[in-house]
Antibody, heavy 122, light 108 residues
């Protein structure tokens, strides 16, 4: 059974950094592209970043370019999101999610974690 | 880039049919996916590539996409269908994934 568990959220001051993790189990992690998404009351659901199954390519939403870095360790079945220079508007629940299909280019997200809350506040 | 417009809310009586629209210019030319999000839970994929249904999703859920509107249809609505529903597309011009504004379905 596919299981995604996020961790690393919390309260952080503006301008500081935070690293989120997503532990995956129940499937061959190294065969799937992975994503980070976020949701806040004011901004709805937003896609944050994407990484290919082998980590060779990454893509970012405009608000994350230059500040966020998505990465993965296939030997540990873990996805990461390094967030730097955090702003109040980055406050949200952050989800990791899996591509529907293996080794795919673009597909929807078929499994999501339960999310981890990031609050950026002084 | 795409801006996906959904009605904020839809109300439906049990046993009736709910239709949720997702509007954008020429959306019929791309694939649309739909997610259900119950309160306090993560989104769940209910329709992908316009009209395909993941295993475990009831046949009561169906999708269509043509022209400027994609539609999620929930037939024989049940109390458990009460949730927020989001449409989603991939914008090839920006290589970004885009979500709709969300529709809250209320079962009367």
């Amino acid at each position: 059974q596919v299981h995604l568990v996020e961790s690393g959220g919390g309260v952080v001051q503006p301008g500081r950094s935070l690293r989120l993790s997503c532990a995956a189990s129940g499937f061959t992690f190294s065969n799937y592209g992975m994503h980070w998404l976020r949701q806040s009351p004011g901004r709805g659901l937003e896609w944050v970043a994407r990484i290919w199954y082998d980590g060779s390519n990454t893509y970012y939403a405009d608000f994350g370019k230059g500040r966020f870095t998505i990465s993965r360790d296939n030997s540990k079945n873990t996805l990461y999101l390094q967030m730097n220079s955090l702003r109040a508007e980055d406050t949200a629940v952050y989800y990791c999610a899996r591509d529907l299909r293996e080794v795919a280019t673009v597909t929807p997200f078929d499994y999501w974690g339960q999310g981890t809350l990031v609050t950026v506040s002084s | 880039s795409y801006v996906l417009t959904q009605p904020p809310s839809v109300s439906v009586a049990p046993g009736k049919t709910a239709r949720i629209s997702c509007g954008a210019n020429n959306i019929g030319s791309i694939s649309v996916h739909w997610y259900q999000q119950r309160p306090g839970q993560a989104p769940v994929l209910v329709i992908y590539y316009n009209d395909d249904r993941p295993s475990g999703i009831p046949e009561r859920f169906s999708g269509s996409n043509s022209g400027n509107t994609a539609t999620l249809t929930i037939s024989r609505v049940e109390a458990g269908d009460e949730a927020d529903y989001y449409c989603q597309v991939w914008d090839s011009s920006s290589d970004h994934y885009v979500f709709g504004t969300g529709t809250k379905v209320t079962v009367l």
